[in-house]
């Protein structure tokens, strides 16, 4: 049989990547996918380029080789996964073996923006949260794990996270199978999506 593959979109600090790991433990060792590591290779411009860069939009991303070992998967084939390296905005030269799983976890901000990543999903899941919660959440992750001031992180959420949010994100909640609540109990969630699988 095909794999399964579970789709979680959503905004930045809805839970997406801590939902993807519990599930993937619940599920029995799923791979997860991360949709940030496609995102586009920019060695070809300066550090200040970068910084200025807006990663929430469509056009920030590799699309092409992201459905390329989406598909892949589906067939049960094994991919090679890029790295990306958020402090430098660049692609690591090495790569991560991914083996295809019964199950298959891709999640990120615009999983449910590309017609042919969608047609690839069993069951698509959209996160929501507050505004707040997005804002708080987005600010500990950048400080905890990348180094980034949260005055800095707060300036760039006003300037292309929120926005690029409400143009691009939001509107894919449309074509999710089931729309959750990221401030919901990581138990919960995994629990709802988990019967949601079970029943299809």
């Known amino acids: 049989m095909a794999p399964h593959l579970i789709g979680i979109a959503g ?5 997406k990547t801590t939902l993807a790991r519990a599930l993937a433990n619940v599920l029995g060792g799923a791979v997860v996918v991360p949709m940030d590591a496609y995102y586009r290779d920019l060695t070809d411009l300066d550090l200040t380029a970068r910084e200025r860069w807006n990663f929430d939009r469509p056009e920030a991303f590799d699309w092409d080789p992201f459905v390329t070992d989406l598909c892949a998967l ?3 084939e094994a991919i090679q996964r890029p790295v990306y390296d958020f402090t430098t905005h660049t692609r690591r030269p090495e790569v991560e073996p991914v083996e295809a799983r019964p199950f298959l976890i891709v999640e990120g901000l615009l999983v449910l ?3 042919d990543v969608r047609a690839l999903l069993d069951t698509a899941v959209f ?6 919660t997005a804002v708080d959440r987005r600010v500990a992750r950048d400080h905890r794990e990348r180094g980034r001031q949260p005055e800095a992180v707060r300036a760039r959420y006003a300037r292309d996270v929120q926005p690029m949010f409400d143009r691009y994100v939001r509107p894919t909640a449309r074509w999710a199978d089931l729309t959750l609540s990221g401030r919901e109990p990581i ?4 629990r709802r999506i988990v019967t949601s699988v079970s029943v299809t």
């Open 74 to 76: 589906r067939r049960g």
């Open 187 to 190: 138990e919960s969630l995994t």
């Open 11 to 15: 905004g930045s600090g809805s839970g």
């Open 127 to 132: 996160l929501q949260v507050d505004d707040q």
């Open 113 to 115: 923006h590309s017609p």
